[in-house]
C-alpha cells in the first residue's frame, strides 16, 4: 500500500518507472504544464558552504529530477526516490520565489518537512516541486547537513 | 557451499587486493553490520577517499538490517534506500561478506590487526524489558519479535502470537509500535500485497483483533510517533481512533505557542479527537495518555494489565497512588530496542546499552582516550532512536571524522593489513546475495507480492 496516495508522489513514480523504460522521457507528467512542452530552465543549488552548481531541467521535471538527471552529488539527497517519506530532498526557497510556487504544500509534504533538520518558513521538498517556464534562473538553498557544514 | 564461483570471485578478489595494496595510502576499513549506518559510513568513505577499500560484514547471509527487518511491509517506499545501498556495493572497492558474525566468527582484535578502522555499525537488535511483573506471563510479547515475525527475521518463524482475542494493548507509543497497531489492524487484502510472510499473513487473516490500545506513560504533547505515521492510522479503512477527552484537558489552548512541527501533531489529534466517528468501522484504535504498566495479570494467558496513573512533573512522567484497569489478551511493549556488548574487547555502557564514544570516535575502556582506529556509528553509537534519516546523518558525520583523522595523520595506512580472507569463512558475497534477492523476487511474484522473503538460513545458503 501506498502510504500516501498522493498525486504528485504517483507522478514522481511513474516518471521514475518511464525513466527506466525509455531512453528519452520526454512527456511531462506534471499536472500543472501542457504536453509536449520541452522547455529547459535553469536552477542554481547553493550549498551551506556557499557553492554554487547551476544545472538545467525540463519543465515539468521535479527538483529532484534536476538534481539526479545532472548526477549532482548531495549526500544522502532523495533518499526515498520521491516517495515522500524521507525529506532528505529538503529545500530552501527565497520569499518571493517561496510565495510564487503554484502548488502550495500538500500535509503530506508539511509532515515529512516536519522531520527535516534546520527546517525554516520557506521550505519544501525538491520532489515535490515541478519545474516551469517561469522559474528559469531559479535559486535554491540546500540546507546544512553535518558533512556539508564541516568541509 | 564453498562453490567454484565462489572461490573464483576470492581469487579475483584477492587479485584486485593485490593491484590495491600498490595503491599508496589506501585505508582499509572494516564495517561491521550492513544497516543503515553501515551502508551509509560505507558510501561516505568511498565517495571522499575513493582509494580506500571496505569490506563489510554481517552477520546474517542477508544485508540491510533493519531496512529488511525494521520497516514495515506495507511501507515499501521507505525501503528504496536499498537502491542506494546496492550502488555503493557494485563499487569495485567494496565487498560484501555476510553470515559472518562479530564475536563468534571473528574477534575485533582480529580486526583490527588486519584493518586500519573498523566502524562498529551492529545496531540495537535486543528487547528492552519493563522489569515488572507478570512479564512472563503468555502472550505478553516485545514489539521485536512481532516485528521480526512478521518481516521474517530467521529464527522468529515460529514464534506465532496468539491472536484470537479481541483487544490488544500496545506499552509505549514510538513508530514501531504504531507499526505494530497499523499491521494488527489493516485489512488483509491489502497486507497480502505486501512482502509481509507468508505465516504471518496467514495467522494475522485468522485474527480476531477489533482494538488497540496505544498506551503512553506521558501526555498528547510529549507523544513519541510522528505526524506522518498518525495520520495513516486516521485514514485507515475500517478503522476509528478513540481519544480520550480527559487526556486534551488544557491542550487545545497551548497549540498556538507550540514549534510547528510539534504544533501541527496536536492540531491533527484534536481534530481528530473532535471528530464524529464511523459507525460502520468496526476495528477501533485508542490511543490512551498518562499510564504506567505496573503488572500483567493472567493465568494460562494474560488477561489485563494494571496501570498507574500518572501526572506530569516537568515533562517527566510520575506516579499517582491511582490506578486503572484495562482488560486484553495480548500486549505488546515497544519501549525500544537495546544494543549489547557482541565481543568482550568492546568498551561497551551496560546501563546506556551503547559503546562508549566521543562524536563516533570509540574511547579505551575505563579511560577518556581515544582508541584509535575504531569507530561506531548508527544506533550502537547514539542509542536506538531515530529514523533512517538520523541514522544517515550520524553515518555521514561519522565517516567525515574517520577522513579528518586520517587526513590529519592520527589513522595511518598499513600494508600488512591485508583484511579478512574470505576463503577462511563460509561467508556470501554480494552476488550471492542477488542470487537470493532474484529468488524471492520470483516466488513473490508468483503470489502477486513484491517479494517473498526467505526466512530459513540454511535455505538462504543452499541457494547461493
Ligand atoms: C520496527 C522498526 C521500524 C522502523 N521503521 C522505519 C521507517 O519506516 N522509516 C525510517 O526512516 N526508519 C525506520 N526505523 C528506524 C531505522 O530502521 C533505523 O534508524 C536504522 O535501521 C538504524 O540503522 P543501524 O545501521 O544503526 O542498525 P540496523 O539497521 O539494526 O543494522 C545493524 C546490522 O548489524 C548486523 N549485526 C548485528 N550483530 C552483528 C554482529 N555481531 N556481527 C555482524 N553484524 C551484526 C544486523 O544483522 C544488522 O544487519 C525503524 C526501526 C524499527 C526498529
Ligand atoms: S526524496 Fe524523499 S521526500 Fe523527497
Known amino acids: 500500500m501506498l502510504r500516501i496516495i498522493n498525486s504528485r508522489v504517483i507522478n514522481n513514480i511513474s516518471k521514475q518507472i518511464i525513466r527506466q523504460m525509455t531512453v528519452q522521457p520526454t512527456r511531462s507528467l506534471c499536472s500543472n504544464v501542457p504536453k509536449l512542452q520541452k522547455e529547459e530552465v535553469e536552477v542554481t543549488f547553493v550549498r551551506a558552504n556557499g557553492e554554487r552548481i547551476t544545472a538545467k531541467g525540463k519543465v515539468g521535471d521535479s527538483l529532484l529530477d534536476v538534481v539526479v538527471n545532472n548526477h549532482i552529488d548531495f549526500d544522502g539527497f532523495g533518499a526515498c526516490e520521491g516517495t515522500l517519506t524521507c525529506s532528505t530532498c529538503h529545500l530552501i526557497f527565497a520569499k518571493p520565489d517561496f510565495d510564487k510556487l503554484p502548488d502550495k504544500p500538500s500535509d503530506e509534504e508539511l509532515d515529512m518537512l516536519d522531520l527535516a533538520f534546520d527546517l525554516t518558513e520557506t521550505s519544501r521538498l525538491g520532489c515535490q516541486i515541478c519545474l516551469s517556464k517561469d522559474m528559469n534562473g531559479l535559486e535554491v538553498k540546500v540546507p546544512a547537513t553535518v558533512n556539508d557544514a564541516r568541509s | 557451499m564453498l562453490s567454484r564461483k565462489f572461490l573464483t570471485k576470492n581469487l579475483i578478489n584477492s587479485c584486485l587486493f593485490s593491484t590495491n595494496t600498490v595503491v599508496k595510502n ?26 580506500c577499500r571496505i569490506d563489510l560484514i554481517e552477520k546474517l547471509p542477508v544485508p540491510f538490517g533493519l531496512v529488511r527487518y525494521g520497516v514495515a511491509p506495507d511501507h515499501p517506499e ?64 516485545s514489539a521485536r ?38 499491521i494488527l489492524l489493516t485489512p488483509i487484502d491489502i497486507l497480502s500485497k505486501t512482502d509481509i510472510t507468508e505465516y504471518a499473513l496467514e495467522a494475522l487473516s485468522r485474527s480476531k483483533i477489533k482494538k488497540v490500545y496505544l498506551v503512553g506513560r506521558r501526555g498528547p504533547l510529549q507523544a513519541a510517533f510522528t505526524i506522518a505515521e498518525l495520520r495513516e ?5 475500517n478503522t476509528d481512533t478513540y481519544w480520550r477527552q480527559t487526556d486534551f484537558e488544557g491542550i487545545p489552548e497551548k497549540i498556538d505557542s507550540l514549534p510547528r512541527p510539534r504544533k501541527r501533531i496536536t492540531e491533527l489529534m484534536v481534530k481528530s479527537l473532535n471528530e464524529a466517528k464511523q459507525s460502520s468501522n468496526n476495528k477501533k484504535f485508542l ?22 496513573i500518572n501526572i506530569l512533573e516537568n515533562e517527566s512522567a510520575v506516579a499517582t497512588d491511582k ?20 565481543d568482550a574487547s568492546i568498551n561497551f555502557d551496560d546501563k546506556l546499552g551503547r559503546v562508549i564514544n566521543k562524536e563516533g570516535r570509540v574511547l579505551k575502556k575505563n579511560s577518556n582516550e581515544v582508541d584509535v582506529g575504531l569507530y561506531v556509528a548508527g544506533w550502537l553509537g547514539t542509542g536506538p532512536s531515530g529514523v533512517i534519516l538520523t541514522t544517515m546523518n550520524n553515518a555521514f558525520k561519522i565517516s567525515h571524522t574517520i577522513i579528518d583523522d586520517f587526513r590529519n595523520g592520527i589513522i595511518k595506512c598499513d600494508t600488512n593489513k591485508t583484511g ?7 561467508c556470501i558475497t ?35
Open chain 2, 78 to 141: 521507505v525501503k528504496n534506500v536499498i537502491n542506494t545501498f546496492s550502488k555503493t556495493a557494485e563499487n569495485p572497492n567494496f565487498n560484501f561478506y555476510g553470515n559472518i558474525s562479530l564475536g563468534k566468527d571473528v574477534s575485533l582484535n582480529e580486526l583490527r590487526q588486519l584493518y586500519d578502522v573498523v566502524v562498529l555499525c551492529y545496531g540495537s537488535d535486543v528487547d528492552s524489558p519493563l522489569g515488572i511483573k507478570g512479564e512472563d506471563i503468555k502472550n505478553v510479547i
Open chain 2, 145 to 182: 519479535e512481532f516485528v521480526g515475525w512478521y518481516n521474517g527475521l530467521p529464527h522468529l518463524e515460529n514464534f506465532n502470537p496468539d491472536l484470537s482475542g479481541e483487544e490488544a494493548i500496545l506499552i509505549g507509543q514510538g513508530n514501531v509500535a504504531i507499526d505494530v497497531a497499523r
Open chain 2, 26 to 51: 589506501a585505508l582499509r576499513a572494516c564495517i561491521v553490520g550492513s544497516g543503515p549506518s553501515g551502508f551509509y559510513s560505507s558510501q561516505y568513505l568511498l565517495k571522499h577517499l575513493p582509494d
Open chain 2, 323 to 342: 490506578s486503572e484497569s484495562l482488560q486484553t489478551q495480548l500486549v505488546c511493549r515497544s519501549i525500544g530496542y537495546k544494543s549489547i556488548s557482541v
Open chain 2, 287 to 308: 490511543p490512551v495518555f498518562f499510564r504506567s504498566p505496573t503488572q500483567f495479570i493472567g493465568n494460562d494467558k494474560v488477561e489485563s494489565v494494571e496501570f498507574s
Open chain 2, 420 to 426: 579478512i580472507d574470505p576463503r577462511n569463512y563460509p
Open chain 2, 430 to 464: 554480494w552476488t550471492d546475495w542477488l542470487k537470493i534477492d532474484k529468488e524471492e523476487t520470483e516466488r513473490g511474484h508468483k503470489v502477486n507480492k513484491p517479494r517473498e522473503k526467505i526466512v530459513s538460513i540454511k535455505e538462504m545458503l543452499s541457494i547461493v
Open chain 2, 233 to 237: 492510522m486516521l485514514k485507515l479503512p
